[in-house]
């Protein structure tokens, strides 16, 4: 009896630690929560499966970061759904933008083995391609930090079966590239603008320096080494890889041509991942940052990657938000759409991808995640508001179609209440506040009318909905 008793008090931890892991699952599931809260209403929460389907995206992936661990990793809806193949946390989505954090790794591995310098002239190691202008020196600290004056925010990618454009064709704007050349627009070091082109001026660098090709030295140097074996950088993707991609959907939910597009800008937006394999890379940076791990840079490189560079925010392949905190980093390529946090104290740390061109749903999560963990200081602070009633007399003039450029919204009435609806989305209750204007629980902004048309923002920042006839 006491031997078994004994075994029973051993076990309870580990079944408690389960029930709280499978409680806090559930909990993230069910309360999603939109970006303003409605002080004199029930607060609106949402299910994961709701959203998605609101939002039109077919799959979806999380994990939770907790005490410098993977808490729990899972995946929602379909990686591919007109061949019925769901999504798991083995699932690989195009990480897009967040690339370019761990190609800082990479690149700053090179400087901390002495075959880079962060300050030198970046001419100091091209040999094919040089910036068109003379415009300053142009470091790598600059051009991972997106303080290079660098032009190119982003790139489109190219259909399946397109002529995929090699880098230095890509910076010179050459066909087949499908983008402008890559030159300075100012002065290096003067603000932050942010340079996908920039990025991709370090791949040439790398290759040019090492001899290796970008997605081999980053598979060797950087991904094995983090544990994320998983992920690769390759472009197109191995054909022992494909069976695990999630498919790319546009917002009306269409699959993408080729079922996603081919990025040979792969320091930029070409890595192929998954949260879990994210996980490992976020938690590795928090330790080296700590001094208690160095598989890949050790703790003064670290801090030197996560050390705001000419601004307060943009770090070396990262940004630090939320009052300095955390450091993080968004994605968005053709048909995917991403994100990760990771703290700078304490080991925390979230990442949400999914196959769609639709942010909303990944907010929603995120302040999800915020609110089941105690973590709302930092995703979950919502505007507060107070409805009003809308005069039953004044509903009609706000009914009709309206349009910003490409972009038609549709206000129906219905049972005296106002409903918006986006391209061909679900309606939104639009709620009528003590401002005088309205506010959407899913899309971020306060609407007016103002001279018949829906204005959304104010001042330059402001976009115009014009009424149809």
């Given at each position: 009896?006491?031997?078994?008793?004994?075994?029973?008090?051993?076990?309870?931890?580990?079944?408690?630690?389960?029930?709280?892991?499978?409680?806090?699952?559930?909990?993230?599931e069910n309360n999603l929560a939109g970006w303003v809260n409605i002080e004199n209403e029930a607060p609106t929460r949402w299910t994961i499966e709701e959203r998605m389907k609101v939002h039109n995206v077919p799959g979806l992936t999380i994990c939770v970061i907790r005490d410098y661990k993977l808490e729990w990793a899972k995946g929602?809806?379909?990686?591919?759904?007109?061949?019925?193949?769901?999504?798991?946390?083995?699932?690989?989505?195009?990480?897009?933008?967040?690339?370019?954090?761990?190609?800082?790794?990479?690149?700053?591995?090179?400087?901390?083995?002495?075959?880079?310098?962060?300050?030198?002239?970046?001419?100091?190691?091209?040999?094919?391609?040089?910036?068109?202008?003379?415009?300053?020196?142009?470091?790598?600290?600059?051009?991972?930090?997106?303080?290079?004056?660098?032009?190119?925010?982003?790139?489109?990618?190219?259909?399946?079966?397109?002529?995929?454009?090699?880098?230095?064709?890509?910076?010179?704007?050459?066909?087949?590239?499908?983008?402008?050349?890559?030159?300075?627009?100012?002065?290096?070091?003067?603000?932050?603008?942010?340079?996908?082109?920039?990025?991709?001026?370090?791949?040439?660098?790398?290759?040019?320096?090492?001899?290796?090709?970008?997605?081999?030295?980053?598979?060797?140097?950087?991904?094995?080494?983090?544990?994320?074996?998983?992920?690769?950088?390759?472009?197109?993707?191995?054909?022992?890889?494909?069976?695990?991609?999630?498919?790319?959907?546009?917002r009306e939910g269409k699959a993408y041509k080729g079922k996603y597009h081919v990025y040979p800008e792969m320091a930029a937006a070409g890595l192929w991942t998954n949260p879990t394999d994210l996980s490992k890379y976020i938690i590795e940076t928090q330790l080296a940052l700590q001094g208690k791990s160095a598989k890949v840079l050790?703790?003064?490189?670290?801090?030197?990657?996560?050390?705001?560079?000419?601004?307060?925010?943009?770090?070396?392949?990262?940004?630090?938000?939320?009052?300095?905190?955390?450091?993080?980093?968004?994605?968005?390529?053709?048909?995917?759409?991403?994100?990760?946090?990771?703290?700078?104290?304490?080991?925390?740390?979230?990442?949400?991808?999914?196959?769609?061109?639709?942010?909303?749903?990944?907010?929603?999560?995120?302040?999800?995640?915020?609110?089941?963990?105690?973590?709302?200081?930092?995703?979950?602070?919502?505007?507060?508001?107070?409805?009003?009633?809308?005069?039953?007399?004044?509903?009609?003039?706000?009914?009709?179609?309206?349009?910003?450029?490409?972009?038609?919204?549709?206000?129906?009435?219905?049972?005296?209440?106002?409903?918006?609806?986006?391209?061909?989305?679900?309606?939104?209750?639009?709620?009528?506040?003590?401002?005088?204007?309205?506010?959407?629980?899913?899309?971020?902004?306060?609407?007016?009318?103002?001279?018949?048309?829906?204005?959304?923002?104010?001042?330059?920042?402001?976009?115009?909905?014009?009424?149809?006839?």
């Amino acid at each position: 009896m006491r031997l078994y008793s004994l075994l029973l008090l051993l076990a309870l931890p580990a079944v408690a630690c389960a029930q709280s892991t499978a409680d806090n699952i559930r909990k993230v599931e069910n309360n999603l929560a939109g970006w303003v809260n409605i002080e004199n209403e029930a607060p609106t929460r949402w299910t994961i499966e709701e959203r998605m389907k609101v939002h039109n995206v077919p799959g979806l992936t999380i994990c939770v970061i907790r005490d410098y661990k993977l808490e729990w990793a899972k995946g929602y809806g379909y990686a591919d759904k007109e061949a019925n193949i769901p999504v798991t946390p083995q699932t690989l989505f195009q990480a897009a933008s967040i690339s370019k954090s761990l190609n800082a790794v990479g690149i700053l591995k090179l400087v901390q083995e002495g075959k880079l310098s962060l300050d030198a002239d970046i001419n100091t190691y091209l040999k094919t391609w040089h910036p068109s202008a003379d415009s300053g020196k142009i470091t790598i600290a600059h051009l991972l930090s997106h303080t290079a004056g660098l032009s190119v925010h982003g790139f489109p990618g190219y259909e399946m079966g397109d002529t995929i454009p090699t880098v230095e064709q890509i910076l010179r704007g050459e066909r087949p590239a499908n983008t402008r050349e890559v030159k300075p627009l100012f002065a290096p070091g003067v603000k932050m603008q942010y340079s996908g082109g920039g990025t991709t001026v370090t791949q040439l660098i790398e290759t040019t320096v090492t001899g290796i090709p970008y997605d081999q030295f980053m598979q060797k140097e950087v991904l094995n080494p983090l544990g994320m074996t998983g992920s690769f950088y390759t472009q197109p993707a191995p054909e022992n890889k494909r069976a695990l991609l999630a498919t790319a959907y546009n917002r009306e939910g269409k699959a993408y041509k080729g079922k996603y597009h081919v990025y040979p800008e792969m320091a930029a937006a070409g890595l192929w991942t998954n949260p879990t394999d994210l996980s490992k890379y976020i938690i590795e940076t928090q330790l080296a940052l700590q001094g208690k791990s160095a598989k890949v840079l050790n703790q003064a490189m670290t801090q030197t990657r996560l050390t705001p560079y000419v601004g307060k925010n943009n770090a070396l392949g990262a940004f630090i938000i939320i009052d300095q905190r955390y450091f993080n980093h968004n994605g968005g390529n053709e048909g995917f759409r991403c994100v990760y946090y990771g703290s700078l104290d304490g080991g925390n740390g979230l990442v949400v991808m999914v196959n769609a061109d639709d942010f909303n749903v990944i907010e929603e999560v995120t302040r999800s995640i915020g609110i089941t963990y105690g973590w709302e200081n930092d995703f979950y602070k919502p505007e507060k508001v107070t409805s009003a009633p809308l005069p039953a007399d004044s509903v009609q003039q706000y009914v009709g179609k309206y349009q910003f450029r490409d972009v038609p919204l549709l206000v129906e009435a219905k049972e005296g209440k106002l409903y918006a609806t986006v391209r061909d989305g679900a309606p939104m209750r639009m709620y009528y506040t003590t401002t005088g204007d309205f506010v959407l629980m899913e899309e971020r902004g306060h609407l007016k009318l103002v001279n018949g048309d829906f204005t959304v923002g104010e001042g330059q920042g402001s976009i115009t909905f014009k009424r149809q006839p």
